[in-house]
């Protein structure tokens, strides 16, 4: 399964690490899929991220990516995984 996952900083609320991968709800079979979806649900991601973080949040990049695949990037950005992390696919 694929999801819409965005890089977002938050640099000037001075966390550490100032980036992260965030991940959509929505599952893809196929990158494409997800790909086709990304213009609709990104502009609805930005909207989202904007009222979250009091328009302090700037995202980076968006990208299709499966659920392994974002966890490893927030680990290699920094984050560890919560103990009580459940995934939300098998894959």
């Given at each position: 399964?694929?999801?819409?996952?965005?890089?977002?900083?938050?640099?000037?609320?001075?966390?550490?690490?100032?980036?992260?991968?965030?991940?959509?709800?929505?599952?893809?079979?196929?990158?494409?899929?997800?790909?086709?979806?990304?213009?609709?649900?990104?502009a609805q991601m930005q909207y989202y991220i904007h009222n979250?973080?009091?328009?302090?949040?700037?995202?980076?990049?968006?990208?299709?990516?499966?659920?392994?695949?974002?966890?490893?990037?927030?680990?290699?950005?920094?984050?560890?995984?919560?103990?009580?992390?459940?995934?939300?696919?098998?894959?």
């Amino acid at each position: 399964m694929y999801f819409i996952s965005i890089l977002v900083s938050l640099a000037l609320f001075n966390v550490v690490p100032p980036t992260g991968w965030m991940q959509d709800i929505i599952p893809f079979e196929t990158v494409e899929e997800c790909n086709e979806a990304m213009p609709l649900r990104a502009a609805q991601m930005q909207y989202y991220i904007h009222n979250t973080f009091s328009g302090m949040g700037e995202i980076l990049e968006y990208r299709c990516m499966t659920e392994p695949d974002w966890i490893q990037l927030n680990v290699d950005l920094g984050h560890e995984l919560p103990e009580d992390f459940e995934p939300k696919t098998n894959s």
